[in-house]
């Protein structure tokens, strides 16, 4: 008795096991993807104007569906920001060591400073199913900043006599920061799906600026 209750058990069990996962329905969940181009304001970074790009992929949680066709997705992708380089120059009386170097009179300083921003993005879409959607999440990016300076030591002629190029100073940060975005999307034909929008995403508590035009493989 003791060794038949088990055996009678365990084959109750292994019986109607499959029982239960065929109550388990699959996730109701619709996949795309997302191509798109991108121009980006770094201004506020100390450069310009880079171009970059995004790549996403995510899902549509049909289960989630609100009113007049409107849905809500999950989605995760890789977002370049761009890299873009920024000149500057200008003059400065010699310290006392550079003025020993040739009779310098004047030091031109010519500094460049590169920025580049890359990373990974997280977050939620909605979609209001009349060409509208929205955009947010967290923007997991490396930001890296290196400038460069040279010093031109010019003598009382006006003539260039020695040049240093000083060891470069770099600032490399890895942080997690928000975006939140809104744009227009038209179906083209069958699967595609036009896409525009703008994103602000925050990179080094300053704002920067996306527009972005591409393309949604989207089958629903």
Known sequence: MK????????????????????????????????????????????????????????????????????????????????EDNADSSYTRSPTASEAGVNG???????????VKVNGLGFGGIWDSGHWLYLRGGAYLYDYKATERSQRVLIDNGGNPSVTYNDTPASDDTNTLAPYLGAGFAVRLTGPLVLVADYTSYRVESEQVGSVSLGLRYDGK
Do not use: K
Request: charge should be negative; charged fraction near 20%.
């Open 3 to 82: 060794t038949t209750l088990p055996l009678i058990l365990g084959l109750s069990c292994a019986l109607t096991a499959p029982l239960h996962a065929e109550e388990l329905a699959p996730p109701n969940v619709d996949f795309y993807g997302e191509f798109q181009v991108n121009r980006n304001d770094l201004g506020n970074l100390g450069v310009d104007q880079a171009d970059g790009l995004s790549v996403r992929a995510g899902m549509w949680l049909n289960d989630l569906g609100g009113p007049w066709g409107s849905r809500f997705g999950l989605e995760a992708g890789l977002i370049r920001l761009g």
């Open 104 to 114: 310098a009179d004047v030091v031109q300083i010519n500094d460049r400073l590169n």
